[in-house]
């Protein structure tokens, strides 16, 4: 047990990386791309909220009478706005017409909005300018009835620095320093270049780590979104919004899976050509087996005697294959659960389970897979304690834990050896969705009784489609019948 413990520890340290959750997209100087708009302009702050960005990032200057005005270049139609008085910059205009924003003007529109704000100081060359703009900006925006709504950011140290003072708000800063200088000054996340994090790989990771979320600028073609997206990244930043919000869509969206849990009462009624075409048949993206043998000498195992069962039905079925050992035979071989996927993994561990009571080992084997090859989800499969109700329940609170410590949705398929009125069942009952429906599974030829389930978690990420079993008969595959679920998996973007 002091093995699976200790990686169940490293496991809820490394929560924090695993749990990036759904990126938010920041449109970038607002959706100025849209028609009739303009890079930090207020159309560009309207467009943003109306196609559902999550944030708009914009930036900030402080005129030498001490107005705070809303645009990137430091000057605007030759004007250098730091040392230009507001009545020049009144006939200052964008490039749809607008005329240069004050900072309190885009506020009031931004207030009536949804839309959170990314409030970017820009570096001035008379850093004194800046020490006067910070305690306004955050000001105004508290004024406004803003702050819950905005973060900062900033390539200068100096206003940085006021801005972790006095803002009381996360603060990213803009220049590639490494994590730990980060968080020595107080920065609350990085937000960086794409290149300062393709130089680094494992920053991102680092991050995370330390609870920081990453943003990412300024990405705008399909590939590097989608870097992004595969990356971890908490936020882009973009000047394609609407792009980057249909690439989210697509891979923390809705992913029909199916999943199959099958319990096959090791090979004595079935050659693995007919249980691989049975498996085949039902086209699973994940199973969960049970009573697997691998090389043992079991008499009662017919033409499967001395097989790798896990190794047999992964070639004939054309799936990746995982084996958790439960016992090992004196004359040989193994004994164990498996998990065969279509997906692949990043990483699969056997867990061993209570045994209070010192008998037959059981184990949790759960994995890490890649759907699309990129977004991860945890498939799981065991097969608990049949002799004693609070062993299994025992065994069932302890795999939860371990499955929650992954900080990923999971799905667990196994033989509970448990009806729903057991504590076992009922230990996932309270957290997580069933995903195998009513029907009985045990005994195959005659089913008087549920024992074999499939359940999903979070509750809210999981929906399911369409539950079946096995048909029953006396020449079944095997004493339990197969149960297959069509599911849906949605990672949580609900645009």
């Known amino acids: 047990m002091k093995r699976s413990i200790l990686f169940l520890v490293a496991l809820l340290a490394l929560a924090p990386v695993l749990t990036a959750g759904v990126p938010k997209i920041v449109a970038h100087r607002g959706y100025w791309r849209a028609p009739g708009s303009a890079q930090n302009s207020i159309r560009s702050l309207v467009k943003s909220d109306s196609i559902g960005a999550d944030a708009c990032e ?5 005129s030498a009478d001490g107005v705070l ?6 000057d605007v139609d030759g004007v250098i706005i730091e040392t230009a008085d507001s009545a020049t910059l009144a006939n200052c205009h964008l490039n749809n017409g607008e005329t240069v924003p004050r900072l309190d003007d885009f506020l009031n529109v931004a207030k009536d909005l949804k839309i959170d704000l990314v409030l970017e100081i820009k570096p001035h060359k008379d850093r004194a300018r ?38 009381g708000r996360p603060v990213l800063y803009l220049n590639g320093v490494s994590p730990k200088v980060l968080k020595e000054i107080g920065g609350a996340g990085s937000d960086y270049h794409i ?10 990771d680092e991050l995370h780590a330390q609870g920081m979320p990453v943003n990412i600028w300024t990405v705008d073609s399909e590939a590097d979104i989608q870097w992004c997206i595969d990356h ?3 936020l882009i930043t973009t000047n394609e919004p609407e792009l980057a919000m249909e690439l989210v869509q697509k891979a923390y969206g809705d992913h029909p899976l199916k999943v199959m849990t099958y319990n096959l009462r090791f090979g004595e009624r079935a050659s693995m050509d007919r249980l691989a075409e049975e498996i085949k048949a039902a086209d699973p993206d994940f199973v969960a087996l049970q009573e697997m043998d691998v090389n043992a000498l079991r008499g009662a195992a017919g033409s499967n005697k001395g097989l790798s069962y896990i190794n047999e ?8 294959g995982y ?16 998990i065969l996927s279509k997906h692949p993994a990043r990483s699969v561990e056997s867990f061993e389970l209570p045994n209070p009571k010192a008998v037959e080992p059981r184990v949790l084997l759960a994995g890490v897979f890649e759907l699309d090859g990129h977004m991860p989800m945890v498939f799981a499969s065991t097969h608990f304690d049949y002799s004693n109700k609070e062993t299994s329940e025992k065994q069932a609170r302890y795999a939860i834990d371990i499955l929650k410590g992954f900080g990923l949705p999971f799905i667990i398929g196994g033989d509970f050896n448990a009806m729903k009125e057991h504590g076992a069942v009922q230990a996932f009952m309270e957290v997580a969705l069933p995903l195998s ?5 045990f005994p195959a030829d005659a089913p008087v009784k549920k024992i074999d389930h499939l359940y999903g978690y979070p509750v809210e990420n999981f929906k399911l489609k369409s539950s079946k079993v096995g048909v029953a008969s006396p020449y079944s595959a095997s004493d339990h019948l197969p149960v297959v679920s069509e599911i849906i998996l949605n990672y949580g973007y609900n645009k």
């Open 323 to 338: 084996f958790g050992k439960t016992l090992k035979f004196e004359s040989g071989g193994y004994y164990g659960i498996g």
């Open 437 to 441: 429906g009513d029907e009985d599974t």
């Open 58 to 62: 914009f930036d900030v200057w402080i």
């Open 195 to 204: 290149n300062i994090y393709r130089a680094n790989p494992g920053w991102i």
């Open 130 to 167: 800046e020490d006067v703009a910070v305690p306004q900006i955050i000001k105004m925006i508290a004024d406004k009835g803003l702050t819950e709504r905005t973060s900062y950011i900033t390539f200068s140290r100096n206003a940085f620095d006021r801005l972790v003072e006095q803002s």
């Open 69 to 74: 005005y809303v645009n990137h270049n430091a």
């Open 313 to 320: 039905l992964a070639q004939k079925t054309g799936m990746f």
């Open 232 to 234: 971890g990244a908490d």
